[in-house]
């Protein structure tokens, strides 16, 4: 022992002669936080420590337990030093990079007080010193008889709210700070004033830090006694979660107190919180606690009151998939009916059932078809006034025959329509409103039977006098029977095919020439584009077959045929032109009546109309084209589109048509004014253009004003 003693002696020599042990001590690169930091972290709050009177208490019965640690303190430690036969060295001056820590650090106490520091550094008030800098203030432990760090964080609610479980602040803000405020710094076992503001709104009316931390046990371990961190779960997440926070208010009893507060928050149960933070305590709502059941369930939505036809218990309890989702959102429950359920039919009170609704009254199936939103919205509007049945009724009551202002009973039936077509069975079923509108307007262009003793078919093969009206358009047929046909007594069935084909073209009997069956069987191209249409058939052997030389019957007589072929389309005259160009112009076929011809070595335009083979002349005018170095090009082209002028350098061109790309037909060039009044170049007859096609001003007005778009124009030398 006495060989352990003098070699502690001799090390201790060494390190006071090498000044280790100095009366300033600066451990390291430490960083220190400066007072300047620890304010940026304050929230500003402004939490009072008390009246004067119970800080000069706390501090007095403070300075009495110092005095009585210190005797306590010196005996343990002396006893401790003669125990190990440990030097006794004075303690250095607490100061860390020019901050003094006395005040919350006095050598001895924190020996006695922290038994591991004091077996491992026994001798060595620098290291104590340091191991407190670097972790004893981190660690929260005991340092001085006049700075207990739990009771300085018990004691001051604005520094909880600003350092939370930063314990390293506290120390630091009582060296600087709360010394000189006189702020109570030892025996505050327990929480003072416990915070119930975050980020500057007061949550006192809805909140208890004590009440929180009981009621909810998966806080504590990981907040402890930190109001501060209580506070900020609640504000950022218990609300949302719906904890209760304080024994007089209850989230759940609020909102199902208010339906108002329903409508309008619907399951955000944050937003109850803070209604009656911000409005509920002035309103003096009081039902904040013990009401656990929905008070007046929601009827009124988008300032409709659906309660005719809608109550809130009675659509879940019917619904289990709506009760599975919105539970006692009866909010959301009224939401879904108005949204979907009156769409998928849902009966949501004992009293209104829609189909039975729906099937009653066939006006409101007129009216409303298959849309079933709109029966419920009828009877909170006009039936229940009109004391219209709401239940009761299975199947469709008088079925719906007219639409449209026709009544289509004696070609149309619903129930042999829809059984006779299974598509339209599927969509159909019980909607009488949408079959009839089906049958109005495709199932009759369809050909479709209506009821089974109408066939459109044998109708028309039968009645060759209507086939000359209506042709091919079917609805007429339906519509001839109803209005006349039934009338006259016309058969509606049994005909396959068709009876008296019709043979009489343009004035002059075909029947010595045509036979319908012949020519129909003997051009397959015909059938695909007329079918069973005798007037059309004819029509085309009258017009087109007979000067393409189709036989349109087995035995005729070939004479015949020629005379009646020049009946219909006599030998036209020989064309006779003033100007060799109209030759050229019958090889060329145009979309529209017109054909224009630029004769590009004679600089001469020419206007024909009529149709290929039969051109006739228009006009012939000169015109200026593209000169040697930049030609108008040649080909056959079509109008694109027109512009009423534009302007090329200083010039302006009047009435442009365009043929192709940048060739244009225009007027000579003008002087850029507002109408065309000084010609600026006026040649024609010559090579001098661009390219484009340059006219007197009132020839390229008529080629604007005249020739359509997509009109043939054919450039050539």
Not at 11 to 33: D, E, H, R
């Amino acid at each position: 022992m006495h060989r352990d003693k003098d070699i502690g002696l001799k090390i201790l020599k060494i390190i006071c002669s090498a000044g280790i042990i100095a009366a300033t001590f600066n451990v390291g690169n430490l960083k220190n936080v400066r007072a300047e930091e620890i304010k940026e972290n304050s929230n500003q709050q402004d939490v009072e420590n008390g009246s004067n009177l119970e800080k000069e208490e706390q501090l007095e019965k403070s300075n009495e337990e110092s005095k009585l640690y210190t005797n306590e303190q010196s005996d343990e430690l002396q006893s401790f030093e003669e125990e190990k036969n440990v030097p006794k060295v004075e303690p250095i001056s607490p100061v860390y990079e020019g901050v003094d820590y006395s005040a919350v650090y006095d050598y001895h106490y924190y020996m006695v007080n922290n038994p591991d520091v004091r077996e491992e550094y026994p001798y060595n008030p620098s290291a104590v010193f340091e191991h407190f800098i670097r972790f004893g203030m981190s660690e929260g432990r005991l340092s001085s008889p006049n700075f207990d760090v739990k009771s300085y964080k018990n004691a001051n609610p604005d520094l909880r709210a600003a350092f939370g479980n930063n314990l390293v602040k506290y120390y630091k803000h009582y060296v600087q700070y709360g010394q000189y405020e006189n702020r109570v710094a030892t025996g505050c076992e327990t929480l003072q004033k416990t915070i119930s503001s975050y980020n500057g709104k007061d949550y006192s009316a809805v909140y208890d830090y004590d009440y929180y931390k009981l009621h909810n046990k998966d806080l504590e371990k990981a907040f402890g006694d930190n109001d501060a961190l209580y506070i900020k779960h609640f504000a950022e997440f218990g609300m949302n979660e719906q904890r209760q926070a304080k024994e007089s208010f209850d989230p759940k009893s609020y909102r199902y107190a208010y339906p108002d507060l329903r409508a309008h928050f619907r399951r955000n149960y944050k937003m109850y919180y803070e209604h009656y933070i911000n409005h509920g305590l002035r309103e003096n709502r009081k039902d904040t606690t013990g009401v656990t059941e929905l008070r007046n369930p929601l009827t009124r939505v988008n300032n409709e009151d659906y309660s005719k036809v809608y109550d809130y218990h009675y659509y879940i309890e019917n619904n289990p998939d709506i009760k599975a989702f919105y539970g006692d959102d009866d909010a959301g429950a009224l939401e879904h009916f108005y949204k979907f359920g009156m769409r998928e039919q849902r009966k949501a009170n004992d009293t209104f059932d829609v189909r039975s609704y729906r099937y009653e009254y066939m006006d409101l199936r007129s009216a409303f078809f298959s849309d079933y939103a709109q029966y419920y919205r009828h009877y909170i509007k006009h039936g229940a006034a009109e004391g219209r049945h709401t239940s009761g009724v299975t199947s469709l009551q008088g079925i719906i025959t007219k639409i449209n202002g026709i009544d289509y009973s004696k070609v149309y039936n619903f129930h042999e329509y829809i059984n006779r077509y299974p598509d339209l069975k599927r969509l159909y079923a019980d909607d009488d409103a949408g079959a009839i509108k089906h049958f109005a307007e495709f199932g009759m262009r369809e050909q479709r039977k209506g009821n089974d003793t109408f066939d459109v078919r044998s109708y028309r093969y039968e009645y060759r006098d209507l086939r000359l009206i209506f042709r091919n358009n079917y609805p007429e047929y339906y519509k001839h029977y109803i209005n006349h046909g039934a009338a006259e007594g016309r058969h509606t069935s049994g005909v396959t095919t068709l009876q008296n084909p019709v043979t009489v073209y343009g004035g002059i009997e075909l029947a010595p020439i045509y036979d319908y069956y012949f020519y129909s069987s003997h051009y397959p191209d015909l059938v695909r584009a007329y079918g069973d249409d005798d007037v059309s058939l004819l029509e085309h052997f009258g017009g087109i077959g007979i000067i393409e030389g189709r036989q349109a019957k087995a035995q005729f007589d070939q004479n015949l045929y020629n005379d009646v072929k020049e009946r219909l389309h006599p030998t036209p005259p020989p064309i006779v032109g003033t100007d060799a160009m109209i030759n050229i112009a019958q090889r060329y076929s145009s979309p529209s009546p017109y054909l224009i011809l630029v004769d590009r070595s004679r600089h001469k335009v020419g206007i024909f109309s009529g149709s290929q083979g039969r051109w006739g002349e228009v006009d012939y005018f000169l015109c200026g084209d593209g000169k040697a170095s930049t030609p108008t090009v040649e080909g056959l082209f079509h109008i694109v589109n027109k512009k009423p002028y534009f302007d090329s350098g200083s010039a302006r061109c009047w009435y442009a048509t365009r043929i192709y790309k940048g060739y244009l037909f225009h007027s000579v060039l003008y002087t850029q004014t507002s109408t065309p009044t000084h010609i600026k170049d006026g040649r024609l007859g010559v090579g001098v253009s661009h390219g484009c096609v340059r006219l007197d001003i009132n020839k390229a007005k008529w080629i604007y004003d005249n020739i359509p778009i997509g009109t043939t124009v054919v450039i050539y030398s």
